[in-house]
């Protein structure tokens, strides 16, 4: 497969794009060679600057549940922008979407329309000191936030990717307010409220975490951090900017029953375009300026392009049995190839809900990311490398986790599971 024109792309946006890229992870750091430049998407593929067709396991991060360049979505697009691109004031889209958004996730009683999922973060944390009136906050180790500074503490996605435990320009200061704590460990969380908590504002968490890897939550931690924020008036946000939408239709609140004080939305919410969301009780929402003394703003808040498109796509998820068939082709992709693992053993784990999965070269499903890490990261680059070359794009890192559409049907997906198999037997003896 050539790739020589996404090469000369990537070599001279690098003196134009910090890093030649605008966002770390593009940059193939953890995987090796040179990112691939694309031009084009339709259904479930992508089209590169040299002409190659590539079957898409990324689907842009989660947004493109129903596949890429959804007619629906297009249409909305095209239609809004024969009105106007930005008003930077009201307009009727924004109250469609956010009764649309509450419909799917009941938790969700208010919310605000911001510009990306690390505003959405941001302003979760704000909300719950300005609520509260207590400083710390708890995350949890490989929980990947977005780059606010309180937030940016052992995150998982592109600082593991490119080695970075922590980032320079973070005021220490502001680093001691943030508790790190082993994701999927209850006594971690006790022992933290036993000692600060009259001044923990609030726990943050990917409810189903996507940023180290596909990692399902304990149901009984998730039960504890629900309960012990309700019993020490701190507040739980639930980070589902990747999972909203994607892994149920009301994401893992629906899945688990478990409702948050708070949630952070993205991705799916803007149909592909920029848009993140929070939103949850009344009671804390109405702290929000200018309702209340939290201040937050954003002049493309709700954009009606954004908003349109999200509207769009959001619409055709009513149904659910969508979900049902998205996770029996994750699964059937991941069977697919563990049988053939088990067969030649080669450690080879994974997980799977909705159109969102995961696995791992490791003999046991990660709980959290010290058990990823343990995996094997240099087998994940090599397979990541022979699937490339044979036109299937998984996301350049051993931190993330895949994603499949509903233009994803069962041939597709068997044929892809067949090519994922030649490429371990070519590899297996490498490492």
Same mark, same amino acid.
Request: proline share 4%.
């Given at each position: 497969?050539?790739?020589?024109?996404?090469?000369?792309?990537?070599?001279?946006?690098?003196?134009?794009?910090?890093?030649?890229?605008?966002?770390?992870?593009? &940059?193939?750091?953890?995987?090796?060679?040179?990112?691939?430049?694309?031009?084009?998407?339709?259904?479930?593929?992508? @089209?590169? $600057?040299?002409?190659?067709? !590539?079957?898409?396991?990324?689907?842009?991060?989660?947004?493109?549940?129903?596949?890429?360049?959804? %007619?629906?979505?297009?249409?909305?697009?095209?239609?809004?922008?024969?009105?106007?691109?930005?008003?930077?004031?009201?307009?009727?889209?924004?109250?469609?979407?956010?009764?649309?958004?509450?419909?799917?996730?009941?938790?969700?009683?208010?919310?605000?329309?911001?510009?990306?999922?690390?505003?959405?973060?941001?302003?979760?944390?704000?909300? &719950?000191?300005?609520?509260?009136?207590?400083?710390?906050?708890?995350?949890?180790?490989?929980? @990947?936030?977005?780059?606010?500074?309180?937030?940016?503490?052992?995150?998982?996605?592109?600082?593991?990717?490119?080695?970075?435990?922590?980032?320079?320009?973070?005021?220490?200061?502001?680093?001691?307010?943030?508790?790190?704590?082993?994701?999927?460990?209850?006594?971690?969380?006790?022992?933290? =409220?036993?000692?600060?908590?009259?001044?923990?504002?609030?726990?943050?968490?990917?409810? #189903?975490?996507?940023?180290?890897?596909?990692?399902?939550?304990?149901? %009984?931690?998730?039960? @504890?951090?629900?309960?012990?924020?309700?019993?020490?008036?701190?507040?739980?946000?639930?980070? $589902?900017?990747?999972?909203?939408?994607?892994?149920?239709?009301?994401?893992?609140?629906?899945?688990?029953?478990?409702?948050?004080?708070?949630?952070?939305?993205?991705?799916?919410?803007?149909?592909?375009?920029?848009?993140?969301?929070?939103?949850?009780?009344?009671?804390?929402?109405?702290?929000?300026?200018?309702?209340?003394?939290?201040?937050?703003?954003?002049?493309?808040?709700?954009?009606?392009?954004?908003?349109?498109?999200?509207?769009?796509?959001?619409?055709?998820?009513?149904?659910?049995?969508? !979900?049902?068939?998205? $996770?029996?082709?994750? !699964?059937?992709?991941?069977?697919? #190839?563990?049988?053939?693992?088990?067969?030649?053993?080669?450690?080879?784990?994974?997980?799977?809900?909705?159109?969102?999965?995961?696995? =791992? =070269?490791?003999?046991?499903?990660?709980?959290?990311?010290?058990?990823?890490?343990?995996?094997? #990261?240099?087998?994940?680059?090599?397979?990541?490398?022979?699937?490339?070359?044979?036109?299937?794009?998984?996301?350049?890192?051993?931190?993330?986790?895949?994603?499949?559409?509903?233009?994803?049907?069962?041939?597709?997906?068997?044929?892809?599971?067949?090519?994922?198999?030649?490429?371990?037997?070519?590899?297996?003896?490498?490492?």
């Amino acid at each position: 497969m050539k790739t020589k024109n996404s090469e000369q792309l990537f070599e001279k946006s690098k003196h134009h794009i910090a890093g030649g890229v605008n966002s770390p992870v593009r &940059a193939f750091k953890s995987v090796g060679g040179s990112p691939i430049f694309f031009k084009k998407s339709r259904g479930c593929y992508l @089209y590169d $600057e040299d002409g190659n067709k !590539y079957l898409d396991f990324v689907g842009s991060w989660g947004p493109m549940v129903l596949g890429h360049s959804n %007619e629906k979505v297009i249409s909305a697009i095209r239609a809004q922008a024969g009105k106007g691109i930005s008003f930077g004031a009201p307009t009727k889209n924004e109250l469609e979407i956010a009764k649309l958004i509450k419909s799917y996730i009941p938790s969700i009683e208010k919310l605000r329309m911001v510009n990306s999922g690390t505003e959405a973060t941001m302003s979760c944390i704000r909300l &719950a000191r300005g609520t509260t009136g207590k400083n710390k906050i708890i995350k949890f180790i490989g929980c @990947y936030h977005g780059h606010v500074d309180s937030l940016l503490v052992k995150a998982g996605s592109g600082l593991a990717t490119l080695g970075v435990p922590d980032s320079p320009g973070i005021p220490e200061e502001l680093s001691k307010l943030t508790l790190t704590l082993p994701y999927n460990d209850i006594d971690s969380v006790k022992k933290a =409220f036993e000692k600060y908590g009259d001044d923990i504002a609030a726990i943050i968490v990917e409810p #189903i975490a996507g940023n180290m890897g596909f990692i399902e939550p304990d149901l %009984e931690f998730l039960q @504890y951090l629900r309960d012990v924020t309700s019993q020490n008036n701190s507040i739980l946000i639930f980070d $589902e900017v990747m999972t909203g939408f994607r892994v149920a239709r009301g994401g893992v609140q629906e899945l688990t029953g478990i409702e948050a004080d708070l949630t952070a939305l993205g991705k799916i919410v803007g149909g592909g375009l920029p848009v993140g969301v929070y939103g949850g009780k009344a009671s804390i929402m109405n702290n929000i300026s200018p309702d209340g003394p939290v201040y937050q703003a954003g002049t493309l808040s709700g954009n009606p392009i954004a908003v349109s498109a999200g509207t769009a796509l959001l619409k055709q998820l009513k149904d659910k049995t969508l !979900y049902e068939k998205l $996770e029996a082709n994750a !699964y059937l992709f991941l069977t697919m #190839i563990g049988e053939y693992c088990k067969k030649e053993n080669i450690p080879f784990s994974y997980s799977a809900r909705g159109g969102m999965f995961g696995f =791992f =070269f490791s003999e046991t499903l990660p709980k959290n990311f010290d058990d990823v890490t343990n995996s094997n #990261i240099e087998m994940f680059s090599l397979f990541f490398k022979g699937m490339l070359e044979r036109n299937i794009y998984l996301p350049p890192s051993a931190y993330e986790s895949c994603f499949i559409s509903s233009q994803h049907d069962e041939n597709k997906i068997r044929k892809a599971a067949k090519t994922a198999i030649e490429v371990l037997k070519d590899i297996k003896d490498e490492v």
